[in-house]
Nanobody, 119 residues
Framework: QVQLVESGGGLVQAGGSLRLSCAASGSIFSINAMGWYRQAPGKQRELVATITSVGSTNYADSVKGRFAISRDNAKNTVYLQMNSLKPEDTAVYYC?????????????WGQGTQVTVSS
């Protein structure tokens, strides 16, 4: 069974840091882009950061300079280092990955991990 499993969310004070991890498991041939999205209460899901298979990154303007996305291709894992956190970063964070399986390419999502930043 192919799945993405996130970890690392929690409660942190403003100015603090958290590191999210997302591991893809199952019968995966290869992984293209991986990324993180977030959804705050009452708002639409939005892109936070993405990273290609060769390491090219893209960030939302709101997190540039504070967040860093990285990946370990040997472990099929993507990370999101979040520094200088603000209350407006509070949201459920979702991992996303483009996975090549035996039957083709598919877009997978993790179950989400809550990040809460207190002021």
């Amino acid at each position: 069974q192919v799945q993405l499993v996130e970890s690392g969310g929690g409660l942190v004070q403003a100015g603090g840091s958290l590191r999210l991890s997302c591991a893809a498991s199952g019968s995966i041939f290869s992984i293209n882009a991986m990324g993180w999205y977030r959804q705050a209460p009452g708002k639409q899901r939005e892109l936070v950061a993405t990273i290609t298979s060769v390491g090219s990154t893209n960030y939302a303007d709101s997190v540039k300079g504070r967040f860093a996305i990285s990946r370990d291709n040997a472990k099929n894992t993507v990370y999101l280092q979040m520094n200088s956190l603000k209350p407006e970063d509070t949201a459920v964070y979702y991992c996303n990955a483009e996975l090549r399986l035996a039957s083709g390419w598919y877009d997978y999502w993790g179950q989400g991990t809550q990040v809460t930043v207190s002021s």
